[in-house]
């Protein structure tokens, strides 16, 4: 897990001077849902890796394609090897900015809405997408969500002929970030 973290690390051009202003997680969360005729899928992951610049507004995650659990150990099984190819396409990335950040309304009370734009790379397919999400500071931590719709067709995830009609076009995603403030390095 660290691994991926410090790729979304290097994906924000980190440097030492700048370090102090980043916010980041490695237990964020994010969870997909679509409804369906013959069942709803639903996955989790907790293995969300984090990190959001408040100097800039640049953030990235990553998340290991393995970590989705289902209810169904089947539907894990289906969607690992057969749907997201997980051995070939080990982790989904997303690396972008909030757009037009200040982080100086983060100082109001309660979450406030913001529009997240960036790459988001699933299956080896990168695709620029723009989606809308909150920040707020909270107990001195960063929490960050965000509720987006995507098509499996979009990155290529092919859907068999026999279930095709039965599955929903598009899944719903949702991304739950817990970043902690931070740390100042003792000299």
């Given at each position: 897990m660290m691994k991926?973290?410090?790729?979304?690390?290097?994906?924000?051009g980190c440097n030492l001077a700048s370090a102090q202003t980043k916010y980041s997680t490695r237990a964020g969360s994010i969870s997909f849902?679509?409804?369906?005729?013959?069942?709803?899928?639903?996955?989790?992951?907790s293995?969300?890796?984090a990190v959001l610049?408040?100097?800039?507004?640049?953030?990235?995650?990553t998340v290991p394609m393995k970590s989705f659990q289902f209810k169904r150990s089947l539907m894990q099984e289906h969607f690992n090897e057969n749907y997201v190819e997980?051995?070939?396409?080990?982790?989904?990335?997303?690396?972008?900015q909030v757009v037009n950040f200040q982080s100086a309304a983060?100082?109001?009370?309660?979450?406030?809405?913001v529009q997240v734009e960036g790459d988001l790379t699933i299956h080896g397919v990168k695709r620029h997408i723009r989606v809308p999400g909150t920040l707020e500071l909270k107990d001195n931590q960063l929490l960050a969500k965000s509720k987006f719709t995507i098509a499996p067709a979009d990155y290529n995830i092919e859907i068999p002929a026999l279930v095709r009609e039965h599955i929903a076009k598009t899944v719903e995603v949702s991304v739950s970030l817990l970043c902690n403030p931070p740390t100042v390095?003792?000299?």
């Amino acid at each position: 897990m660290m691994k991926y973290l410090l790729v979304a690390l290097s994906l924000l051009g980190c440097n030492l001077a700048s370090a102090q202003t980043k916010y980041s997680t490695r237990a964020g969360s994010i969870s997909f849902f679509s409804s369906t005729p013959m069942e709803d899928i639903d996955a989790r992951s907790s293995q969300v890796g984090a990190v959001l610049d408040m100097s800039s507004g640049q953030m990235a995650f990553t998340v290991p394609m393995k970590s989705f659990q289902f209810k169904r150990s089947l539907m894990q099984e289906h969607f690992n090897e057969n749907y997201v190819e997980s051995e070939k396409f080990p982790r989904a990335t997303f690396a972008g900015q909030v757009v037009n950040f200040q982080s100086a309304a983060l100082s109001k009370p309660g979450a406030q809405q913001v529009q997240v734009e960036g790459d988001l790379t699933i299956h080896g397919v990168k695709r620029h997408i723009r989606v809308p999400g909150t920040l707020e500071l909270k107990d001195n931590q960063l929490l960050a969500k965000s509720k987006f719709t995507i098509a499996p067709a979009d990155y290529n995830i092919e859907i068999p002929a026999l279930v095709r009609e039965h599955i929903a076009k598009t899944v719903e995603v949702s991304v739950s970030l817990l970043c902690n403030p931070p740390t100042v390095a003792q000299p």
